[in-house]
């Protein structure tokens, strides 16, 4: 995404909302520092705060602790609050950074005390009838302490559990409710649930090592933590680990698996590289965009580069399929913590460049193609072409390895509105000519369903073809 | 308090649980730096955390803001955090310092969205029917995120809002189903209310500066502030400012005010000397009760001393009345903060004595009058005693400004279960051996009723009288 | 010292510079721990940066570990910093807080490579010829890297070393041309050495616990740590402490012992009350001033108060001596820490007193004697007799526990330029006016010899009889 | 440097010593700031400590502030410290982190007070005669601060000034004596001097922007501050930045410039790829490496990755020579920060791979030539080389764009020694096997001249040819 790497920009670009993970060590060992090494693994899912939650299944039934702070994982846990975390049963969540709610109220996982005793929860995505449910449950005098969907979602578990047989059963009758996206874990004091949307927005899978199970958002958490890939939790699934082992509820998985609408824009751009969803490869993925590109967009060239780190795969793709040598043009900053002291509108725009810098001999006198995952304002792209033509690139091509953003998503992203976008009303020689690009290609709708094996996608953001009809006011709750 | 002053038992003294401090400036202006001040002048009441909620009246229903953290005032609060507290009404808090549930999520005030918008809830005090009330709403399907008193109040306010018309008349529903001590302040978007449970236990009054009306727990910080006291809320009062002005209800004040039960504990210790409550000057009590110890049980002394700070007054007291001199026989080491590293178990118990040290030269050879407010488990009086007589006091006579501790309290004091008591079960020559002492009297029973001129007052941890029925099983719920 | 208790001069008080502490385990155990707390009870006479320095006496010989850092000791030091200190002789710095040159560089102790190895030095005091000292020593190409005295003392130390066999021979040499005021703690790998100039100015004193020697500013940071006095360090003494015991020099020592000239404002303000100070207890000659103060400058009142806390035992004195009683008018407010955000000038002067508040009730109606140890500026003296008028004081009778302060002075204490104190060509009366006190009477210069029975002292502040000619331009250099 | 990526050879790596990085506004505006934003581009050469100091060339002759502290430019500095920071000439530094001596103390630059005023230092670079002369300085009575170098320059800097003109004279006149790796930027209070030894192992360039010149490390610290390159020093050379121009002294310059010995590893691996040294760009360099590994040991493979982020412009390159697809096998988290809690022992090394992760997807099945910028101990590669193997990668073949290490290095590179290196005493193929590749290979040493363009370079490392006699005892003084 290239949003971030400009110091003006750097908090607009588009970011996936949370990462989720849980684990459930049934030979009763204390966990949290594996979820701690877990939850860094999914840190690109969020950066704004994060948490974990324990319980000791040995320990009382009301005993689940929580720590939670903003920033980092690195930043909010120390070996000393990590320690007193005891208990083998765990979920942990990381949350991305915005400049509106930014609390540490809206920290996840929220623990919460109910009828039957106490639960946590973490969640990744964003319901599209937060809004009429937060209403209803406050005609009945509820209050609510957070300003995210999560809380609402926690809600309508507690209330089910008071008439439910078992935990599982409460998450079942609570997801009959809510329509949109979510990937959940829920932690009781004996059991770890994990559930997902029967759409399949965001990803959440099934690991193991030893007696140890896990929850996680991206298999690569799972590589992190030594454990092996057990599967997908399938859209709809609800799964729950006890000591007794995993059982599975498919009720609400839909018969007809056409209706699933996983996000592509986790293979385009949130995931991992290294994280496998739904049986499909990232890597792979955005190595097949890139050669797609250079089958339908090519172009005369001395280098591809790609826009780091995320525009890489796409453009060795490119390279790849082309034969046009890989190279690297820009250098990333990677010591510009968030802790920078941001450079006052008195140095001049093009004057401190501290986060990225051109390698101005590999590009001078050179024809580039230069690829990215995406275009959202505009203004990074432009400026980064802008860059290479200040080092002396003779020519620069803009690949894209997504369609152009035209569309709001429900579900869990935040594209922003569309008068905001720079494709929305434009035409291609529009957008390129206010990017100063040469020549400039998106990937073609088309080529979407390829890039995840044929399994069945969301594409609303580019398409407008929304799989749940979209709310008509504004959301007012937040991603989970 | 002796106990503070003593390295082992440095948490284990009597403490009270909350201080409150409200502002409505009908002027407009930013108040959450009063507030600021004025919570450093309730910090005796609380340091475990502390918390500033603001609204601003002319902006948006919803805004309510606020910054919360564990520790001091001084610690929690930085001029950057303050400052991004904008509005003209704002209520502040003080919590005290427990291990068991010392967590940022029991920090207050509570703020919470609910039907009809939001609210902040400061409370000091205590329910004794916080368990029940929080079942039946567990019942309905509420959650609960803190293990404290003060959000089951939240909710019955919450509740009740939705089919009252005001919010003040939702305070007073509400306060119709809690039993036990409460001084809250309740900040809506637009109001500020203030309300005092009709037993008057904790204290709550109201001051003004220009056109600024405050809310506080003692009168000490409208000093701070700059503000005039105006006057005390009456117990079972329920107070409302607003832009047109102060509304008063006083629908649940008892009748007959002698049912009012006022802690006395409050004049003998927990307030600052320099508090008024209901019209009468701490300090002042605390003279007389030093007085009343010189007519009721005089001695034969060269001196008499103040164990630091909160002995002091009844020592001048004491010496007033008796003629014998006031002296210093101890200095306490104010440096000595929260993250003192305490001594190992190595050094000995007498070797390291970092937080108050006897005035050798100052009681060498002579007969010392000691004053203490009380005693609670008796080794930190013992040990002081100890430390008197290894400086050379020749004979040192402990007199307590108030009768022993027999009882629990369930009315917002943390006094430790009988059986931790030193006063349990033992003859007043028992508790003397114990201490060391060469005599020890406390103040009798009969004399509380002139310490605060006559007012109705609660003595259950004295006397046992509870002018509430205790709850029958332990609390579950904590103070606020 | 008045000016702390006042938000707009808090750092314009008289401060004593410098604290000094050090301790060796013939044993050889570790001993940075007791040095730690030993600095908790030397806090007050610096607060702006700390430090300490160990060597294991098994070790090599060139391995002095230190520690230094701004601010309190409690915030200094952590758990884990200390437990790195390992050895089992060890020296400790306290530094007071000016605005100019409070950085990390000028923190104590000194830990420096020289010819024949390390050494480590802690100072109080200030020199006269440390200009002179330190352009004579640059000449030959030295550097320094800090702008206090005690480099310059270091550099002689180590530069007599060369030439010298022992270390305390080099002390000795060092101090031959060294002029004015220190107490010095060197800490060579094997051998701890304490040093006091022959004038006496600051304190320094031997103390001893099992097999642990001590030297420290005060004798209340050995009641601290539990060791026993053994006697001060004689003023001219060099005193050295190795495994095979304490060995004395007493070659610079004055023969006319009449020619020291201990500060007299040691006992006045500047030591803790339970300090001893060449065999006079520092809370008995305050005592003592304030009897004289009674018996030289009566007045007939109803309550004597002093100004918290250094007022407090003259005002004991007053009392005890006048037979009228001892009260409180002054709340001191002890949670108001370093980090405390000062109230801007927005806030009227009078509107915000966060730090001292009157004890109205008390003080209303009465003609109060008030004591204070002495009176600079005058602008917080005012202001407290304002307080007490406010607040309904009849009459308000300032009595002063030491003589005006007319002269700079050049021995370690930051007396401002003449020209901004209030004694300073002003009559009594004209101080009286201007402080709107009834009264005001201060201390007899003749009274001065009878406050530390009789021992040679330097009043230079009061008379500008200065026992060491003062330099001719400014003092480049500061204090230790 | 591969160790960098391992969680146990985390520190292990090699690293250069240091960065400078010094500004001087002729126009007087304050600059400390820019100075800030250069120092993020030269992070990667010191991660332990940075600090800036700046002088007022309006403001007293005495007047040199410096802020310093352990840590990355982002944790050390606040927006607060910075703009205390005032001046328009200023000297920064950044300083890498070692076990040893990573204390405050040794943090730079040195700001020292002497005869003639004061001045401050930053050094990068290691002197073999280190030793001698600090020992030759204590003799006359100096004593040392720091383990530091960089003391010993700026003694002789300050003692040569007392007898030369100026002080761009004094630099020269120390030189005369410093022997070793030095590129230095004194600033005294009117002027900025910048210095490399007559070697020119050290990169040192010159820089301007409006009126404002430079002196630093990298150029592309120049880039990230908008400034342009004007010039690199010349080897010997001495260059003084003055309101009236700038000033060259070429005196120590060799006449015969083949004795220059500019560090190779530079090209190789230390200085950023955007870096261009003595005219030579180093990603060139880099990618040149890789086209000669490919073209003097090829090998037939189905892809090339490198070992991130030192690896990859050699792997770009091989790739580009050989027409083997460039592609990306591991990922590494950049998350993981200097507070990262390391996992403990009792997971297994294997189990927690937090800093890198392995593609499965891309290396399932494919030969693979990975390539790496050097080997030192062995172990990280070896577990690299497992990584990949254990992904399914058929076949590994490694690539190194270095001649194996053999000997230490004595001009400010931390080569371990000798018996730690894994190429020491082995021949290729016992590497190779100790390190499980298929097959292995180094760049020739015959290659290394065309990495730079034939300029003269240091190859000691390899060859043991060293361009100064090494000391003949250990080194005692450590870099700067």
Redesign the interface.
Known sequence: MEEQFSEECVDSGIHEECGVFGAYDFDGNDIA??V??GL??L??RG?ESCGIAVSDTNGPKKNIQVHKGMG????V???EN?EKLKGNISVGHVRYSTAGSST??NAQP??????KGTLALAHNGNLVNALELR?E?????????T?IDSEVI??HV??ER?SSATAEEAVLAAMRKLKGAYSLIVMSPRKLIGARDPFGFRPLCIGK?DNTYFLTSET?AL????AEFVRDVEPGEVVTLTPSGIVSNRELCFKDSSKQARCIFEYIYFA???A?IDGV?V??SR?KAGRFLAMDSPVEADMVVGVPESG??AA?GY??ESGI????AF?K?????R???K??QS??E?????KL??????VKGKRIVMIDDSIVRGTTCHRIVRMLKDAGAKEVHVRISSPPFLHPCYFGTDIPSEDQLIAYGKTLDEIRDSIEADTLAYLGMERLKELNNGLPYCDACFSGNYPIEPPTQDIRGEQG
């Open positions: 520092s594996t701690y090494y860094f693994a840190q690109h950066q980092l994982v690195n930043e846990f120390s070996s990590l540490r109220e929220l623990v919460l005390n109910y009828y209403e449950l406050e005609k009945t005098g509820a209050i609510f302490q300003t926690a809600y507690a209330k008071i090592r690569c590589d992190t933590v030594g991992r590289p290294d496998v490869g890597y792979a190595i890489n795969p060795q390279a790849m040598p890989y190279g690297t250098i900053n990677s010591y510009v913590g802790t920078f002291i450079p006052k140095m001049r093009s004057s401190v460049q501290v810098n051109v390698l101005k001999d590999a």
